[in-house]
């Protein structure tokens, strides 16, 4: 029993005696990033404000996986009779970290699919658009950090894929080919 007690002591001596600044710099891989920005180009009819959130792993190495959420309250353009014009994307990215030889800069490129959801309607709501469709995006930017705060930038294209019977509408859009670029700047931490 006291051989037991001695090994414990001393293991948590020596975990003990660990620098703090040998802690401190262990990898923090996760990263969360708010972002604001515009979208453009594409079928969008205007440069409208979007925000939204970024989140996922980026390991040491050269992959990782991240969540994006972007929400659009104006995508469309407003011609007087529009009640909701917005669109919300959802997709799921992998990531390819790109060396750059400075540990505080990240930069990375990204694709991935998921879900953009237009939202458009005229006053009464006589005539409509709320549908789901799969897309897919990709993009890049670069992350530079202070320790654990810092900022990123980011540029995607955003399209839809797959032609249905919810494509067919009053506004005569066609979704399967519905695209759309958008460039974000916003912090990042990680932890």
Request: no cysteine; hydrophobic share 40%; net charge positive.
């Amino acid at each position: 029993m006291r051989t037991i007690t001695t090994r414990l002591g001393l293991a948590a001596m020596l975990l003990a005696s660990v620098p703090a600044h040998a802690q401190a710099q262990s990898p923090r891989n996760w990263v969360i990033s708010p972002f604001i920005g515009s979208t453009s180009g594409g079928n969008a009819t205007q440069a409208a404000a979007t925000v939204g959130v970024s989140g996922g792993w980026k390991g040491d190495g050269w992959l990782g996986l991240e969540a994006d959420l972007g929400w659009t309250p104006e995508f469309f353009e407003q011609d007087g009779f529009r009640t909701a014009r917005r669109v919300l994307t959802v997709m799921g990215n992998g990531v390819v970290n790109v060396p750059s030889g400075r540990d505080n800069l990240r930069p990375y490129v990204s694709g991935g699919l998921g879900l953009f959801s237009p939202r458009l309607s005229e006053a009464g709501e006589i005539f409509g658009v709320d549908v789901r469709k799969l897309g897919w995006d990709a993009g890049g930017g670069a992350e530079l950090f202070k320790d654990r705060v810092g900022v990123r930038g980011d540029l995607r294209y955003f399209r839809g894929v797959r032609k249905s019977d919810a494509d067919t509408n009053a506004f005569d859009l066609d979704f399967s080919k519905f695209g759309f670029w958008r460039a974000t700047v916003g912090m990042a931490v990680r932890f």
